[in-house]
């Protein structure tokens, strides 16, 4: 079963790099060719982003498996309560939900990056992975960087006029800090033979740069982030394992990423409904609509993947050291 895990791992790493590296290809022309128009970024951005929706939608599944019908419901509504308290204090405190979410975001996605790693690490047995320093790197970068570069108004307006100068009058210092930060940790990574998250961090960074903002956040939310996380999912889902224990890796993957679907339909759904409720035009405020409703998704993701990460780090017993004993 470890060898079925670790083969899908090692794919979801592969494929990840492949797609920043489309991201950065696709960019570079259409840069070019459409250099005033911003709606491929944003037909893009929605794109990518709807594609890393249903990653987050089996929390339920891996953190309370045992629950009954009755605490599952309990345990939903307040999933759902905790997400629409979210959706209001962003949507009534754009400036200040917008800086909040930043950088609990880069601390979620950094966190969850750093425990795919370990995940790898656990099962092909590798050590002397400074997990901390890489996952502020791995997190601040595709977080950070877009939204402080030069282009960011460009995007931020697209989003929302109101989030253009979030992190003034600090902007240009944290632009370089995390661009250091990213450097020091892949020059670190490469010291100690880390070359795999050398390349990593080296493809973080270069996506934020080359890309347009809403193209480089996106991509990596959706084909980077909610690619691995459904990848670590698939060491704790039951239908999963099962499938890894026949060594079908990719149908441990298939069960995982289906287990998810419905809530691309719901959130889809809701934020169109939110829309119409709240007089938005969704025309042009779809996007700033469906980023509200990740980024408060993402509070209560956060706090439940915090078991998860919490294992892959080493602050609890590994799955890959139970199925060893």
Known sequence: ??????????????????????????????????????????????????????????????????????????????????????????????????????????????????????????????????????????????????????RSTEALEAVNPILIGWADPVTDLLFWVVVALNLFVTALMLFKGRRAEAIDLAALLAISLIAPPLVAFAFYFGFWHALRHTGRLTLELPSSLGAHEQHQPRKAFWLALAAGLPALAIVIGFTVVLGITGNFDLGADLLWLLLVVVWALTIPHMALTSRLDAKAMGFTKNNSEANKS
């Open 1 to 150: 079963m470890l060898e079925s895990q670790l083969r899908l791992l090692v794919q979801l790493r592969t494929f990840s790099r492949y797609a920043i590296l489309a991201g950065i290809i696709i960019s570079i022309p259409l840069n070019i060719l459409l250099p005033n128009s911003i709606s491929w970024q944003v037909v893009l951005a929605i794109t990518a982003l709807a594609i890393g929706i249903p990653h987050g939608a089996v929390d339920h599944l891996i953190t309370v498996p045992k629950f009954k019908f009755f605490k599952m419901a309990l345990f939903l509504i307040g999933y759902l309560a905790v997400t629409g308290l979210c959706i209001w204090f962003i949507l009534s405190n754009n400036l200040l939900g917008f800086q909040l979410i930043v950088l609990i975001s880069a601390l979620h996605f950094g966190i969850g990056d750093a425990s795919f790693i370990s995940e790898l690490n656990a099962r092909s047995n590798k050590t002397g992975f400074p997990k901390v320093l890489f996952a502020l790197a791995a997190g601040f970068t595709p977080v950070f960087i877009p939204l402080l570069n030069s």
